[in-house]
């Protein structure tokens, strides 16, 4: 599968994940100790994973934008 293909993929589902934090932590009082956990804590182990890939996929741009020589300013 090439990377824009499971970019399209994983991009979407960070996103979903990013919002899956948010809304439990704003809502941890609200929700069980046990859906906490497996909401919050789980959810953010995945996130986590879910951006080293993210990072790996597009290593190649971050290392073309980190090594990018800045223009000689003009007179």
Same mark, same amino acid.
């Given at each position: 599968?090439?990377? +824009?293909?499971?970019? &399209?993929?994983? /991009? @979407?589902?960070? *996103?979903?994940?990013?919002? +899956?934090?948010?809304?439990? *932590?704003?809502?941890?009082? =609200?929700?069980? #100790?046990? *859906? !906490?956990?497996?909401?919050?804590?789980?959810?953010?182990?995945?996130?986590? $994973?879910? =951006?080293? #890939?993210?990072?790996?996929? /597009? %290593? +190649? %741009? $971050?290392?073309? /934008? !980190?090594? &990018? &020589?800045?223009?000689? @300013?003009? @007179?």
């Amino acid at each position: 599968m090439k990377t +824009n293909s499971l970019l &399209k993929i994983l /991009n @979407p589902i960070l *996103a979903v994940l990013v919002l +899956n934090q948010v809304l439990t *932590a704003l809502l941890r009082d =609200s929700l069980s #100790l046990q *859906a !906490f956990a497996a909401l919050h804590q789980g959810g953010g182990i995945i996130l986590a $994973v879910g =951006s080293v #890939l993210h990072l790996t996929l /597009n %290593w +190649n %741009w $971050v290392r073309a /934008n !980190f090594r &990018k &020589k800045k223009a000689a @300013p003009s @007179p």
